[in-house]
């Protein structure tokens, strides 16, 4: 039996106080984590559907280096 995704609540508030804080940092990629985007990442082509939090394009190198310092913060670290 292929698993099939179900409707989940919205990103976690962690994660949307991560999200924010990226922005405030100066983030200049896009970031998605409305449920449609989600579920578009949800597979890699294989029989597993794992929706992620949240999905982000960073825009540079500088972008990819504001992720992640900001995800080896203590508060975010998990």
Known sequence: MIPALHAQLGPSSLTL???GELRLRGFDGDIAHAHADRT????DNSIYQLAPQAVIFPRHE????????LAREARFAR
């Open 62 to 69: 500088v972008d990819v280096i504001r992720v992640a310092k």
């Open 40 to 43: 578009v990442f949800a597979t």
């Open 17 to 19: 106080e991560y999200l």
